[in-house]
């Protein structure tokens, strides 16, 4: 299938896939144990492993128990019983590169909602407290690291031996198939989609689920929730409610339309999503620092203003596709480029490209506000310890190089009107102007 390309060299795929592979799981464990247990300090964690060596790594590395494998498997259990039962529009994915429509139910708020009110109903009537994801919380990332590389070996043979759909295919490379995946669009029956579960579900959800979770500690820890700790948990919140808000125009985009359900996509929203995403809150547990009142609300407003913003530019791009280019864009009827390209079986279809807008600021504008809105719920951590900056440095890399990636594809995806397109909206420092 089309997307089976690399985009970088075979070479760099090669070490990047590799290194991922083998560096991701120590990685989890290490910025989890640093926050919880070295008081967010990478000195302090380094130090240990200086004096103890590989040893006293494996030392720290929690075994999965059986309370974190039920917590687990209640939680996707339960996740994946929303996402099938809960009523929901029917609505259509794109085209894929075969030709193929997936078809979805949009449950996604609902589903959101029914979550976060049983865990803080278990909570509130005593039934289950959320402290006790926290104080297994290295034992959750331990298993889930063990349980969900398990599960892309799953994703590996299925794309093999029984593929849901025509997107899907081997690159006859195992590594690559392995780590970029095999199927687009796989399920399990004809109504269970397996990446609406992972990303959105599983990843997404577990990032609400544990924000609070981080809050529920502090509070029960100290008795009451410091104001860095509310403004990182709103923020967190307000950006994971703006996710299931447009969950549907979520399916339109790169993670389900292009990439492939393999390790990279997968696995990233099983455990890196759980751990690295939700770390900022993490670090605040045991860090209730206060910021004041008039601090803590320039920072909040500041981050719902990002998080709108980047709402808004998908939403634009989204109904801009939707009405045919039949909208209005920021009070004026849009400028676009009609690019024409051709599907693997031969057929030529058309597309719009909006160049107003937020769409014609610069090209991937829609990043900026994304990776300010991650500052603005870090930032309450202050600026004693470098850690919990490390998801918006990882989030900073990650969009460049997407927008890489996002570049080349439509470059052979458009061809000229790719072309026409970039010398309409470059990279611009200041949007608008150069
Ligand atoms: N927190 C995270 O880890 C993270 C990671 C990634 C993304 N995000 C967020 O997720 C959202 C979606 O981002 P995304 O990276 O998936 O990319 P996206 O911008 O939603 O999708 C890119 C696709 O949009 C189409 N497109 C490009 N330029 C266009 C234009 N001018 N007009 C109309 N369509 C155009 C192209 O697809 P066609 O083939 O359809 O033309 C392109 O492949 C963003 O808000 C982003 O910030 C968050």
Request: proline share 5%; hydrophobic share 45%; with cysteine.
């Amino acid at each position: 299938m089309a997307e089976a390309k690399t985009v970088h060299s075979p070479l760099v795929t090669y070490i990047s896939m590799l290194s991922l592979l083998t560096l991701c799981p120590p990685f989890v464990i290490l910025l989890w144990y640093t926050m919880v247990h070295a008081d967010g300090s990478i000195a302090q964690t380094f130090d240990y492993l200086r004096q103890h060596g590989l040893q006293g790594f494996l030392n720290i590395w929690p075994r999965p128990t059986a309370v974190a494998w039920k917590i687990i498997a209640v939680y996707a259990a339960f996740e994946a019983a929303l996402q099938l039962y809960l009523p929901g529009k029917t609505v259509k994915g794109p085209i894929s590169p075969t030709g193929n429509q997936p078809v979805y139910k949009a449950n996604g708020m609902a589903a959101y909602f029914v979550t976060l009110i049983t865990y803080i109903g278990l909570w509130w009537f005593g039934i289950f407290n959320p402290t006790i994801v926290y104080d297994h919380l290295g034992e959750i990332y331990s298993a889930l690291i063990v349980g969900s590389f398990i599960f892309c070996i799953f994703l590996y043979i299925k794309g093999h031996v029984a593929p849901s759909s025509t997107d899907s295919g081997s690159s006859g490379n195992i590594i690559i198939d392995f780590y970029w995946g095999m199927e687009l669009y796989p399920r399990i029956g004809k109504n269970f989609d397996i990446k609406v579960f992972t990303n959105c579900r599983f990843g997404m959800m577990s990032w609400a689920v544990l924000a609070l979770t981080y809050c529920i500690k502090q509070y029960e820890q100290n008795g009451k929730v410091a104001d860095s700790m509310l403004v990182n948990t709103i923020l967190m919140l307000v950006y994971v409610t703006k996710f299931f808000w447009w969950e549907a125009g979520y399916w339109n985009t790169m993670d389900i339309a292009h990439d492939r359900a393999g390790f990279y996509i997968c696995w990233g929203c099983l455990v890196w999503v759980p751990s690295i995403y939700t770390s900022p809150g993490m670090y605040l547990v045991n860090h209730p620092i206060n910021l004041g009142t008039q601090l803590a609300f320039y920072i909040l407003v500041a981050g719902i203003l990002c998080i709108y913003i980047n709402y808004d530019c998908d939403r634009q791009r989204q109904e801009f596709r939707r009405t045919n280019g039949k909208c209005i864009v920021w009070g004026k009827a849009p400028s676009k480029i009609v690019a024409t390209y051709t599907t693997t079986s031969g057929e030529t279809k058309s597309s719009l490209l909006l160049t107003s807008g937020w769409w014609g600021l610069s090209r991937h504008f829609h990043y900026v506000p994304e990776i300010l809105g991650a500052f603005f719920w870090t930032v309450p951590a202050l600026f004693n310890h470098f850690l919990p900056y490390f998801y918006v440095i990882f989030l900073t890399i990650l969009l460049f190089d997407r927008a890489k990636r996002d570049d080349d594809r439509c470059r052979s995806k458009y061809g000229k009107y790719w072309k026409l397109y970039c010398e309409r909206v470059p990279y611009r420092i200041i949007p608008g102007i150069y």
